[in-house]
């Protein structure tokens, strides 16, 4: 009678691959933040990468006064995103901790261009007289 260990912990040292939930088909891409395990519910099933933060200073804070004054300044957050079966990730954009845009990597490297652009324009000084 042969019997085979299929505790979690042990299935790394089990063979090469690396211990992955039963639901995880591949190893995380490297911009992974995440441990994925077993137990995760359907929702929470997908890679997600570090939050990137900018605080927003031109935008009204959110001020929560109850019971002693706490100001939390807007931002805005950029989080790499890709949830269970999906075939590429997309960028997630949040604004005060509320999902306000999804974008395919292709609207992200778009969108990058047209703040850019913006930017550069709103830079350029008068020409000299
Ligand atoms: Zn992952």
Known sequence: MTITDTDSDTCAAASDRPCLPYWQDK???PW???????????E??????????LTLT??????????????????????????FR?????????RDEKPCARLTLD?????AEILADAV????????AR
């Open 27 to 29: 190893p995380c891409p």
């Open 32 to 42: 992974c933040r995440m441990a994925h395990r077993d137990e995760d519910e359907l």
């Open 44 to 53: 929470d099933r997908g890679h997600q990468g570090s939050a990137v933060r």
């Open 58 to 83: 031109m935008e009204e804070a959110l001020v929560d006064r109850d019971p002693t004054p706490v100001v939390e300044p807007s931002d805005l957050v950029v989080y790499t995103v890709q949830k």
């Open 86 to 94: 999906e075939q590429e990730p997309h960028l997630l954009l949040m």
């Open 107 to 111: 609207e992200g490297r778009r969108f």
């Open 120 to 127: 550069r324009q709103a830079e350029r000084q008068p020409a």
